[in-house]
């Protein structure tokens, strides 16, 4: 069966700091892979999505930046963290037809 | 595109009330409809889907009929429990977008004893 890990879960970071958070799926190949945030209270918003190795589609300009570097591994990062980066990051991966998505158990990010 | 409109909550029952969540969609084609749950603190689950229209999604006594004609995927509980407590997300795939799934904003549902 399927597995999909997110670590840390919980980060406190200062404004301005990096970030790397990472997301790995096991029992699958070559998964299509996605960050989402979700901010107190509010909905889900797509970051970033992935079909393959090095290949990365952003959804909304920010300064968050995804990379693959191997199959089942994802990672979102920033350079300098922002007040508004707080909230909730998910990571899912996608099966074939018809398309459905298994979500990690996210990271709760508080940037202070 | 496409969209996913859901009804907005809090939506608060007592516990063993009957439970729906309305749901309607815009989408080209033939899209997939899920649901998804999210309890407190964690990440989604897929609680149930449906692939077509007129499919019936089931799962732990939720219940959600794919209906082309009225473009909607309700969800339904005969009897809810305080368990059940969580926010509830509609979503499509396929139509327009087979790379990512349009959620709605989310149903928060709070039962009370």
């Known amino acids: 069966s399927q597995t999909i890990h997110q670590w840390p879960a919980t980060l406190v970071q200062p404004v301005g700091s990096p970030l790397s958070l990472e997301c790995t799926v096991e029992?699958?190949?070559?998964?299509?892979l996605y960050w989402y945030r979700q901010a107190a209270g509010r909905g889900l918003q797509l970051l970033f999505y992935?079909?393959?190795?090095?290949?990365i589609s952003s959804e909304v300009p920010q300064n968050l930046s995804a990379s693959r570097p191997q199959d089942r591994q994802f990672i979102l990062s920033s350079k300098k963290l922002l007040l508004s980066d707080s909230g909730f990051y998910l990571c899912a991966w996608r099966r074939d037809r018809p398309y459905e998505q298994y979500f990690g158990p996210g990271t709760r990010l508080t940037v202070t | 595109g496409n969209s996913v409109t859901q009804m907005e909550g809090p939506v608060t029952l007592s516990e063993e009330a009957f439970l729906t969540i309305n749901c309607t969609y815009t989408?080209?084609?033939?899209?997939?409809l899920f649901w998804y749950v999210q309890y407190p603190g964690e990440g989604l689950q897929l609680l149930l889907k449906?692939?077509?229209?007129?499919d019936k999604g089931s799962n732990k006594g939720f219940e959600a009929t794919y209906r082309k004609e009225t473009t909607s995927f309700h969800l339904e509980k005969g009897s809810v429990q305080v368990s059940d407590s969580a926010v509830y997300f509609c979503a499509l795939s396929g139509g327009s977008g087979y790379s990512t799934l349009t959620f709605g904003k989310g149903t928060m549902l709070l039962v009370s004893p």
């Open positions: 029992g699958t190949s070559n998964p299509n």
């Open positions: 989408a080209t084609g033939y899209p997939s």
């Open positions: 992935s079909v393959g190795i090095g290949q």
């Open positions: 449906a692939t077509k229209a007129d």
